[in-house]
Structures are given as C-alpha cells and as structure tokens.
C-alpha cells in the first residue's frame, strides 16, 4: 500500500492552522533517511512525524527515535501504526513549548518536516538552545534553504543566514515536488542537512546572531547607526577589520562574532 492509499484510508485531514502538508512520496522519504548519517547509538528527534512517512522507514532502519507531536489524532494513528516497534516514544506536545532538556546526552539528529508556519523560529531556537543536536536534516520551503544557506552577496542573506552558519555547516541537499505532498504545498520545498560546529564561545555567538538580527532589521543604514545603541567601540572596529559605514548585508559571520568577542571583552 502506497503513503498516499494508507493516508487516505486512515481519514486523517491535514490540519491548515498547524501547517501540515504530509509527505506521501516513499522515495524522497528513502532519500532523507540516507542523510541522516548517524550511528545506532545516535537517537533521532522527530518532530512533526505526521502519519509516519519517515518515522517508520526509520524504526526499521533501528533508529531510536523521540516523536513530538501537538496534534493528538495524528498521536493516536501513530500509536496503532507503529505499536510493534519498541525503540518509539511519542510525545503529544507543542514542539515550540517541549524541554528540550529532557534529550539528556549524548547526541541526537533532528529530522523534521518542518511545520510551514513555525518551522524558520523552531530551528533557530533548536540550534542555539540544544547542542546535543549534532546534526539537523529538515525540509523547508525553498526560499527558508536559500537563506539558510545563503553567504555574503546573495540577495538571500540575512540573519537566518548569519545563525546557521555560525553554528553549523549548512548545505541544500535536493528539492521536493508539491506532488510529493498532501495537501500539495503551493511552493517547492528543499532538505537541508546542518552539521553542527565544535562551539566552544557559544555566549559570543548567541551575541552575534542577536547583532546581526539588529543590523538587518535596519538593512539600509550603516551598522554604525543601526547598531549605535549596543555597546561596541566603534573606534576599534577597523582594529578588526570591520569599515563602520558598511551594512548589515556586507559584514559576514565571522565578522559578526569579531564584533560579539570585541564586545564581550571589553565588558
């Protein structure tokens, strides 16, 4: 039986105000599960599983894997399909709202369809808050991957791109259809596989995107007017290599974290 045959015959209805569009096409779910890359003693966080389109392919492949789900119908379906798989937890939660930690160590692999309406703030946050996340492989909407892995110069880049690249190393992996769903999604997604970095400044860093967030939301003024109001000397920025008349779109990550470790510093 195909996704699509076994989603229909479970009368479950997406859910437009929790952004669900569920995957259907098996090869492209094959297709993610080969990037996830882990070993068996890594555990998998699923977020947003849905019917199960990845959640079971990767039981078979014996991964552990934590589920978090806030719809309860999609729960209980999940609970009667893979009730023969012990290594499963399901949790019916809100996965903005989840303690994350509860992962305790060592490492996990997040992989998620993201949830269109909340999915760009739910990576940011996992990202900087829960570093037991060593690896992200996601799908999101092909405009989110372009930012995320967006560089300096690319009409792309902006804060999104500034946080993913000073915490992991981002790369589009391949694009997906709107066939590949229902319901079909009215724009093309793309899977981003996120290796997370060895952080070892994580307090400049967090500082750094926090800048760079500031700077953006002022694209058009020089980061000497949009960031006037933090405490950075700016008669030291070109000390670092940094010319205070540029804007937020010509300074890079790592100059950002130059000015966060300039701050912290001083402070």
Known sequence: MSE????????????KRLGQNFLIDQNIANKIIRLIQGQLAD???EIGPGVGALTEPMLKELYRVRAIE???????LLQSRLNK???????NQDAMKYNYENLGGPLWILVSNLPY????????KLIMEVPVIHRYVVMVQREVAERLTAVTGNKAYGALSVV???FTKPKIQFDIHPNSFIPRPKVTSSVVSLQRENITDLKERILAFNLAKIAFQQRRKTIKKSLGNEIINF?????????EKSRAEELNPQQYLLMANMVSNEN
Do not use: C, F, M
């Open 4 to 15: 699509a045959e076994w989603l229909s015959q479970s009368l479950i209805k997406p859910k």
């Open 43 to 45: 555990q998998v966080l």
């Open 70 to 76: 806030i719809d309860q119908d999609l729960i209980n």
């Open 85 to 91: 798989y012990p290594q499963i937890e399901l949790i």
């Open 117 to 124: 309406n909340i999915g760009t703030r739910l990576l940011v």
């Open 164 to 166: 993913s690249h000073l």
């Open 235 to 243: 008669d030291k920025l070109s000390d670092i290599g940094i010319n």
